[in-house]
């Protein structure tokens, strides 16, 4: 009587078991990351190239894309030529608009500032939105320290519906060396505060690096949550809280985990755009088709 007892609880479990198996067993399978490499035009700033020179440049070296900053942008506006000309010369060339750098004072804490931030913003992203570019970089310039970051991310909720409205999504910087919005920390606090599934950090080596942010905490951040990671790399010589842009080198050559944080990105998953910034005088020493084809062959090294 107990085997036949036995038998039957044992019949009656089997369906229940096998409809639990799978669920343990499967594992997702995250896709890998595909990654697209970028030029910021500060990295042959010093070599006083036009915009033009500078699109015909990165795309014999074989870059996907750039990063104009703003000024350019006006300086091109300024010669007399159009927007919709400076757009053509992109798309022949076969090079994606990937953000933008300006500085409007969107987060500052006086009002007026603040203000004045949000409407230079919504300007520029006008512009942008004409050329086809998608992003702008929104750092916090403006700011002084301390800063209330429940406010930052208040107001970096408005701008992302101001980039919702434009169609030229703002991405969150932080600056290594700059007293009120230095650490990655800081920028996922301002992310989470905006509560918004368009928040994007924009992060860099060397920002990582001299604000004592480390590379570890890049891990707690998915694909979703970044678009662009600015690649460079530290120079082991210099102490950390000496260090400036124009001391940044070229990914590899510094003393930055970059392996590590290659492996990192590549285990987020979606599409992550590498754009090589730099400000180095001795790469603006430097014949600018070296520079941007030496520090394409870098980025690929580790990606």
Not at 17 to 38: D, G, I, V, Y
Not at 104 to 131: C, H, I, N, R
Not at 252 to 261: F, K, N, T
């Amino acid at each position: 009587m107990t085997s036949r007892r036995n038998l039957l609880k044992s019949l009656a479990l089997a369906p229940l078991a096998t409809l639990a198996t799978p669920s343990f067993a499967k594992t997702e399978q995250k896709e890998e990351t595909q990654f697209k490499f970028s030029l910021n035009t500060s990295t042959i700033r010093g070599q006083k190239l036009s915009l033009p020179e500078i699109i015909e440049l990165a795309a014999r070296a074989g870059y996907d894309g750039f990063e104009p900053w703003m000024m350019e942008i006006q300086g091109y506006l300024d010669s007399g030529k159009s927007l919709a000309s400076l757009k053509k010369l992109a798309s022949d060339a076969g090079l994606e608009f990937f953000d933008c750098i300006g500085f409007p004072t969107w987060m500052a804490q006086d009002a007026e500032k603040s203000k004045t931030g949000f409407a230079q913003m919504e300007k520029e992203m006008g512009v942008l939105a004409d050329l086809g570019c998608p992003r702008v970089a929104a750092p916090a310039i403006g700011t002084e320290a301390p800063l209330d970051l429940m406010q930052a991310g208040e107001k970096y909720k408005r701008l992302l519906d101001l980039g919702r409205k434009t169609g030229v999504m703002p991405q969150l910087e932080f600056w290594g060396a700059f007293p009120s919005f230095y650490h990655l920390g800081q920028a996922m606090m301002v992310a989470a505060v905006a509560d918004d599934k368009d928040a994007k950090i924009l992060a860099d080596v060397y920002h990582l690096f001299r604000g004592g942010s480390g590379f570890e905490g890049m891990k707690m951040l998915d694909g979703h949550s970044i678009d662009i990671f600015h690649m460079n790399d530290v120079p082991a010589s210099i102490p950390r809280l000496e260090q400036q842009d124009k001391d940044r080198v070229m990914p590899g050559d510094g003393a930055a985990p970059m392996q590590e944080l290659a492996n990192t990105l590549k285990s987020k998953g979606g599409q992550i755009i590498l754009s090589l910034e730099l400000f180095n005088p001795t790469y603006y020493a430097m014949d600018a088709a070296v520079v941007v084809k030496e520090g394409l062959e870098k980025m690929k090294r580790f990606f």
